[in-house]
C-alpha cells in the first residue's frame, strides 16, 4: 500500500555531511522524495507540537532500559523533551517527505532502533552512528541519533502536516 512519511534529518546529520549518504538509503529501497523543507532554525512552536510533553514517559521508559538508574521515568522524560528541543535547534534541519510502497515500516526499518548503539548493523544508525542513549543520559544531553522518523500512520499524518503545512 503506497503511504508517506515523514524522516528529518537532524542537526547531526547535517553536521556531518551525511544527508546525501542518508537519502540515498531510502532511495535505494524504492522511496520517493516528494518533498523536502530545509528549516535554517525550527520554530519552538513546531518543536512543542512534535514533541509535546505527553510523550515524556514513554521516553523516560526507553531511557530506563539503558540507564537503571532513572527512577521516575515522567521526570526523566521531561528533561529528555527539554534536551531534544534544544538539540533540534542547535543546527539547520531537513524535513523531508517519501513516498512509496509501505514506506512508514520501510523507513523504520532503513533507519534503525532509537539507539545507534544498539541498532542493527547495516541500518543508518548503526552505520553511522556514534552516539548512544546511555553516553547522553550520563552527559545531560539529548542522544544525537541522526533521524527522526515517524512511527505509525497516525503519527506521520499528523507530522507530516506540521512540517509541510501546505
Known sequence: MYQETLVILKPDALERNLAG??????ERVGLK??????????????LRKHYPDSMAEGLGK??????????DPVTHGMKVLERLRKYFTRNPVLAIRFGGEDAIPL????????????????????????????????????????????????????ELALWFPD
Open 107 to 158: 523507513v523504520r526499518k532503513v533507519t534503525g532502533y532509537t539507539d545507534p548503539a544498539t541498532a542493527e548493523k547495516g541500518t543508518i544508525r548503526g552505520g553511522f552512528g556514534t552516539d548512544s542513549i546511555a553516553k547522553s543520559t550520563a552527559e545531560g544531553r539529548a542522544c544525537e541519533n541522526l533521524i527522526h522518523a515517524s512511527g505509525n500512520p497516525e503519527e506521520a499524518k499528523a
Open 62 to 71: 526507553k531511557a530506563q532500559l539503558t540507564a537503571p538508574g532513572i527512577i
Open 21 to 26: 549518504a542518508i537519502i540515498d538509503r531510502y
Open 33 to 46: 522524495i516528494v518533498d523536502m523543507r530545509y528549516y535554517r532554525k525550527v520554530d519552538e512552536a513546531i
